[in-house]
């Protein structure tokens, strides 16, 4: 029995039907932006494999950075001790973060960190007697498959089978061009309520739903009156962090900061799993007190893991060398020329880019959901041709390693044409 029959009868994969005849690929090796298989074929990782590669596979800087760690410290309990990886990291990262934002705390991934970030607002107006529970989320807003990062997201077919178990979330429209004041008024009618705990949004790009995105302008009005009206503000930069929306975070566009971010996926350049979530003075100052019944609860066995926190220090190492920044710069304008050679052709209905963030919503009669049945097509399109793609249901997004070259990032522009030019 070869490794795919051995697959296909003991893992169940994400997002995944257990009766889909598709054999998934075998991936034995990787090497900067390519992948190979058993079978010897390379494959273009044009979407940094979930978003999580920044730096490109087997990067040897992370990788003996993280084999050094591990003959000294593998792991520690997290509670009660700590270890060097985890306070250099954090004291570093906070340097790139608002400068109002004190202390970090770690967890594993993504959604453990939107989680994190919802518990501490809830526990915020909670330790100091304040009625304030509701939150307010985006629509078509995507923050991760735990109860609480399930709640604050879009109701979708992601979650629909867990619905009457979710909290309730007050809902609002993305501030589209075009679509500002209406999105401006439904916060502040909410707000006005003087019930809302928290405004829990993905900076400039909504991922999942589409990667459908709005300006920095009108995020920073959101913000602002979220502070007026004393309103938790939370970032899921999971995301849009490390450079992906063409600065460090997607908050440094904006004036005004979040109280609360969520940070994981590129955080350790994808070698390993690791969730941040990085608070403001005004946000810690409610739990610093005697009270026991007003600490906050909240642990994982791998906290602060320190060979994800060596993974991180290298990674973060990469980020801050100009050859990384003038890569992100240099993506950004080969997507903004293909953008300007597309955008007129008769099969796109909009083309959006935010930094290295290339998206493209093919016309089409179906629904223009993640399940349109026009996303099987793309995707086999493209693995034909050797590149690895995730459409969003009628959406073509491009999210490469800063590391892809010139050459491969025209190949898969040349491939994306040649698609419109078949369906």
């Known amino acids: ?100 934002h004190r202390k970090l705390f770690y967890s594993d991934d993504g959604s453990t960190s939107v989680e994190v970030a919802i518990k501490i607002a809830i526990q915020y107006w909670k330790n100091q007697a304040i009625p304030k529970t509701k939150i307010i989320a985006f629509k078509n807003s995507y923050h991760g498959d735990t109860f609480g990062s399930m709640s604050v997201s879009s109701r ?48 400039l790009v909504l991922g999942a739903g589409g990667m459908i995105m709005y300006t920095p302008e009108s995020l920073n009005k959101m913000i602002l009156q979220c502070k007026k009206e004393n309103v938790i503000t939370i970032a899921d930069e999971v995301m849009t962090g490390f450079y992906r929306t063409g600065k460090f975070f997607a908050s440094d566009y904006m004036s005004e900061k979040p109280d609360l971010i969520c940070l994981s996926k590129g955080i350790t350049g994808g070698t390993m799993a690791m969730g941040v979530t990085s608070i403001a003075d005004n946000i810690i100052n409610a739990f610093e007190n005697n009270d026991s019944f007003k600490t906050f ?71 223009t959901s993640y399940l349109n049945t026009i996303r099987d097509t793309i995707y086999e399109f493209f693995l034909q041709r050797k590149i690895i793609l995730r459409p969003l249901g009628n959406i073509i997004y491009i999210l490469p390693p800063y590391c892809i070259s010139n050459h491969d990032l025209d190949y898969i522009y040349s491939s994306i044409v040649d698609f419109l030019e078949i369906i």
């Not at 075998?26 to 058993?38: D, R």
């Not at 730096?55 to 003996?64: C, M, P, S, V």
Request: one cysteine or more; proline letters at 4%.
């Open 297 to 367: 609860y909240h642990g994982h066995s791998y906290t602060a893991n320190p060979i994800a926190c060596a993974a991180a220090l290298a990674s973060l190492d990469l980020y801050e060398q100009d050859d990384c920044k003038e890569n992100v710069k240099r993506i950004c304008v080969k997507h903004s020329e293909f953008l300007n050679l597309i955008k007129e052709n008769s099969k796109v209905k909009e083309i959006r880019q935010c930094g290295t963030i290339l998206a493209i919503e093919l016309k089409t009669i179906s629904d």
């Open 156 to 203: 979708s077919v992601f979650n629909q089978a867990f619905d009457s178990f979710l909290f309730d979330v007050e809902f609002i429209d993305v501030p589209l061009v075009g679509n500002e004041e209406k999105s401006f008024t439904q916060l502040n009618d909410l707000i006005k309520q003087n019930d809302v705990a928290a405004f829990i949004y993905e900076p």
């Open 1 to 100: 029995m070869n490794y795919t029959e051995k697959d296909k009868n003991y893992i169940w994969h994400p997002y995944t039907s257990l009766n889909s005849p598709k054999m998934p690929i075998v991936i034995v090796k990787g090497h900067g932006v390519y992948l190979y298989s058993e079978n010897g074929e390379k494959y273009l990782d044009a979407i940094s494999s979930w978003w999580v590669n920044t730096h490109g596979h087997a990067n040897t800087d992370i990788a003996k950075k993280m084999i050094e760690q591990l003959l000294e410290l593998e792991h520690v309990i997290f509670a009660g001790f700590t270890h060097p990886a985890a306070i250099d990291f954090a004291e570093r990262l906070l340097k790139h973060l608002p400068k109002n």
